[in-house]
């Protein structure tokens, strides 16, 4: 098992920024592909951004040019930093991990943008 430590989440107005936190720890938390997804009622769970261990990123489009995705591979870390957060970014977000066994998620932290 790895686990998946969240943290950053919370409630900021429109046009704020937020920057969440993930620590990998236990077995198979090396060096691998890590990111965020985010998932809101009546939806399924999207993926928001994705960094490999050479740092090599992608995000979804609704996201680019305002959110970014970073590593601290020392810490087995990855965060991800919010501009410009709107309503439609109001999501639980979901640290990522690809482990031998296939892909985890963690137990998800709110965020909440107001109007």
């Known amino acids: 098992q790895v686990q998946l430590e969240e943290s950053g989440g919370g409630l900021v107005q429109a046009g704020g920024s937020l920057r969440l936190s993930c620590l990998a720890s236990g077995r198979n938390s090396g060096s691998t592909v890590m990111g965020w997804d985010r998932q809101t009622p009546g939806t399924q769970r999207e993926l928001v951004a994705r960094?490999?261990?050479?740092?090599?990123?992608r995000y979804a489009d609704s996201v680019k040019g305002r959110f970014s995705i970073s590593q601290n591979k020392a810490r087995n870390a990855v965060y991800l930093q919010m501009n410009s957060l709107n309503p439609e970014d109001t999501a639980v977000y979901y640290c990522?991990?690809?482990?031998?066994?296939?892909?985890?998620w963690g137990q998800g932290t709110q965020v909440t943008v107001s109007s």
């Open positions: 990522y991990i690809q482990t031998p066994w296939g892909p985890s």
């Open positions: 960094i490999t261990a050479s740092g090599i990123t």
